[in-house]
């Protein structure tokens, strides 16, 4: 046996392990989180759909006041947009739709509209419970567990697992999609390569991304905001334009797509041996890994941005969900139910989403993909590292852990590239569901918080005021470092207490330390 027959009889092994303990985890996991997203949703008279407007003025809002440092609510958007739009969206979709059907499409609407709740709620907490950070903030579940739920075991448990998980398993999976991408680009203009040179090709591609990635990720928060505020959004609208003119060209077939995508989802229809339940399953997966609402991951890139109300990077951030799911995963579930799928391999990934391209469009568009693929996971690399990297520094401040780490995160993306498709997608299930149970500890004990901080965003926006928060506001929560008025965006203050009919506080820099400052 050589050394890649060894390597790829070891995938197998460690990919029929993970598979069953999916099973299991996801067998339960949906429910927990469907009915958190229920409850938020009932608590906050329907916040996802109500506060719509609110989402997208919070969105492109630019403070009275803002240093040159401050990461606006656009650019942190970005930041998550950018975790968010990557290879989820098509090779992620191809999966859930090859072995669930064209059911599972819908349960990522479900999960989306239904996790909007669950996502304001959780980067709302992630605003309030912020910390400093040397150019900006830095925030997320492990923060507000600390200091909202007081439990520092929680909290590391958690930052452990979003760093492995962001940092190691889902960059693997980006640099998974590339190669699957590429491969099929490849294929398509030149003769088919032996195992061996496959391999080296894939490792080769591997070994890009880690050098380009490296060029990023030791640059900081700053860095990381401007390349993604300048990329995520020229190449997913780019997708997106593709995908509406193929929707177009078989305007025809529509009906009967959408026929098909609401009859598997409940069961009338069963499309390719897919079942009722394995559509629940797949597309609750799927749309999970996708829009990542309730699993923690969003939270951190909300607590980067300067803002001056909490609740508007929770509306921002729940707009993310949107913008992901029901508007970028339903292109490419689109894309592909209007081809010739049926036939396609049980758990194809990008592969099928550039057949599908083609088959509308010419074989111009598998290389369209590639190139938007490559480019929305390497962008969702650099998303997923700073997630990561926020939660490492939870840990410790130590620089030499920190450039440890991020040695480690380019050796797992150039692993990526040479691992099997089925076992790197497994691993991003498992420790998804991981994220989703701890995060769900800590949100549904909070969400009252996050009540009380949105009824004081709609009391000031009924006065038609542009809603401003301090701490001294709401005093009963306790250990909110930030939100003291210092902030340029919250200098206006005052005026917001004499609109609530409350006394005006000192200027922070008159007051005494204030026993809710809090600590890491």
């Not at 701890?438 to 949105?454: F, T």
Request: net charge negative; with cysteine; charged share 10%.
């Amino acid at each position: 046996m050589n050394i890649i027959e060894g390597f790829n009889s070891m995938m197998n092994v460690l990919e029929d392990a993970v598979g069953t303990f999916n099973g299991h985890l996801w067998s339960f996991l949906p429910i927990p989180l469907l009915l958190a997203g229920i409850y938020f949703g009932i608590r906050t008279f329907i916040v996802q759909i109500r506060k719509i407007p609110d989402m997208f003025r919070a969105v492109v809002e630019k403070p009275a006041e803002q240093n040159d440092e401050d990461i606006s609510a656009f650019k942190a958007f970005t930041i998550s947009a950018a975790s968010r739009v990557g290879t989820g969206n098509v090779a992620g979709v191809a999966i859930a739709i090859t072995t669930g059907g064209p059911g599972a499409v819908f349960w990522m609407w479900v999960v989306a509209i239904v996790g909007g709740a669950t996502s304001f709620v959780e980067s709302t907490l992630a605003q309030l419970w912020k910390t400093h950070d040397q150019d900006s903030y830095r925030g997320g579940p492990a923060y507000y567990m600390t200091r909202g739920l007081n439990s520092k075991v929680l909290a590391t448990i958690f930052a452990v697992a979003i760093s492995f998980t962001f940092g190691f398993v889902y960059n693997a999976l980006q640099s998974n999609a590339v190669v699957e991408a590429i491969a099929k680009s490849v294929e398509t203009i030149g003769s088919p390569m032996d195992e061996h040179t496959t391999f080296l090709v894939r490792l080769g591609i591997g070994v890009i991304m880690a050098i380009l990635a490296a060029l990023v990720i030791f640059g900081g928060v700053q860095r990381i905001a401007n390349f993604t505020q300048m990329i995520v959004p020229f190449m997913a609208v780019a997708y997106l334009i593709l995908g509406f003119i193929i929707v177009a060209l078989n305007f025809r077939e529509v009906p009967s797509m959408i026929a098909d995508i609401f009859g598997a989802a409940f069961g009338f229809r069963q499309i390719g041996g897919a079942t009722m339940g394995m559509a629940f399953m797949y597309g609750m997966q799927r749309g999970l890994f996708s829009n990542e609402a309730g699993e923690g991951s969003a939270p951190n890139a909300a607590a980067t941005a300067t803002v001056s109300h909490p609740v508007k990077q929770g509306l921002v951030q729940t707009l993310g969900v949107y913008f992901d799911t029901l508007l970028v995963c339903s292109i490419t579930a689109f894309i592909i139910l209007l081809s010739d799928y049926h036939n396609a391999d049980s758990g194809q990934t990008s592969s099928l989403t550039q057949d599908a391209v083609a088959a509308s469009v010419g074989n111009w568009g598998i290389h369209f993909v590639t190139l938007v693929l490559f480019c929305l996971a390497f962008s969702s690399l650099i998303g997923n590292y700073y997630l990561a990297q926020a939660n490492v520094q939870y840990l410790t401040n130590s620089k030499v852990v920190l450039n440890v780490f991020r040695c480690a995160v380019l050796v797992f993306v150039v692993f990526g590239s040479v691992g099997t498709v089925p076992l790197i997608w497994a691993l991003g299930d498992t420790f998804a569901g991981t994220m989703v149970i701890i995060n769900l500890i800590a949100i549904v004990p909070l969400g009252g918080v996050a009540i009380k901080l949105l009824r004081n965003y709609s009391e000031q926006r009924s006065q038609g005021l542009d809603p401003i928060f301090h701490r001294d506001m709401l005093p009963e929560i306790k250990n909110v470092e930030c939100w003291d008025g210092r902030d340029s965006a919250t200098k206006n203050y005052p005026v917001a207490f004499e609109a609530l009919g409350l006394p005006v506080p000192q200027a922070a820099d008159q007051q005494p330390p204030a026993d809710n400052a809090g600590t890491k």
